[in-house]
């Protein structure tokens, strides 16, 4: 007989994949090209990067806040539908040649994603504990990578009909004008969302698998060390696209079209790394054994700037493949960590605590690599060994406390 809770939970994974997947239709494609459109109208290098960093930091701090009203009221569903309603933003920048305009609106993007995100995924940890946790969020993800394959790829397909020649203001503009249609697709998946599963903090209690505490634990905050500092070595793509442009490694065709590519691959990878994730749990009957997960993290986001800036073409796309692979452990395993690390009661908090350690780590890693793509561009990839080596520490601190569970 089929489990009830079961299909609700697969139901809310499917819904809310598909806002993802039209959320990344939107923001994903948009990001594909915000670097170059910045540099066209006007903005330098380390306007750029202090754009995505305070836009990153803002996105994730946030969430802190909106991470632990959202325990307080128990209004998840609220943060989620302003949260996404805030993403007009994006093809406001349609109607803008103003970098500092422009910018508002990209910052504006991520303070809707700060609203949504710790109650969209306590929502989406709640469904995943039916099917585990590695195992739904890497269905949401692969949904959610199919709309960032996509985004990208209206770029690149609307820039290879304009013809060949460098890209106009006005050419960027009709782009964004495009993300209307899937705003309109994410409002309305959102209500479907909620009228179908208005109460998704039941398919979790009536498990008893809950974690018997309502306090975070020292793996928990060993975890947001990990998190930091792993995170803080990862380069952010907007700034990719204006190295790539700026270096003349790629055309305005081929970036959004390499961006496509990440996705493609993060896509792949999350299903796989989700799956591995799953199995250590299984296999070992410990709930957190799944972090031993996390070491291909640091690991992969070490090698990859030696591959995106050699300046050589195929290394260039197997650096880009790379990025991907990180992305989508980012957006799987690390997310999937706090469900299982955090009881209901402060699930929103978790992930608020969580997103703050990863947009603290954002902003300080745009303005610190835009300065060094300024002054001293290979000084880049020492940082990121360096960082990604002290990064191993806190890992080894989880994996010992894993292993005593």
Known sequence: MPNPDRQKAFQIIILFGLVSLFGDILYEGA???????????GANAIMVGLIAGIGEFLGYAIRLFSGYFADKTKAYWIFVAVGYGMLISVPLLALTGIWQIASIFIVAERLGKALRSPARDTILSQATKQVGTGFGFAIAEVMDQIGALTGPL??????????????TIADYQLGYSFLWI?????????YIAYRRVPHPELLEQNLVTQIPTDNLNKIFWQYNIFTFLTTLGFVNFVLLGYYFKANHLLTDTQIPLFYAVAMAVDAVAALAIGKIYDVLKHKTQNPLAGLNALVVIPILTAIMPVFIFSKNFGMI??????????????ETIMRSAIADLTPLKKRGTGYGIFNTSYGLAMLVGGILFGLLFEKLNSGILISVIIIEAASLIPFWQIKSLVKNK
């Open 31 to 41: 990001r594909s090209v915000n670097g170059p459109y910045l540099k066209i109208i």
């Open 154 to 167: 209206i770029f690149t397909g609307l820039f290879m009909f304009l013809g060949k020649g460098t890209r």
């Open 182 to 190: 899937p705003f309109v697709c994410i409002m309305l998946c959102v």
């Open 317 to 330: 796309l197997t650096g880009i493949a790379l990025w991907g692979t990180v992305m989508g452990c980012h």
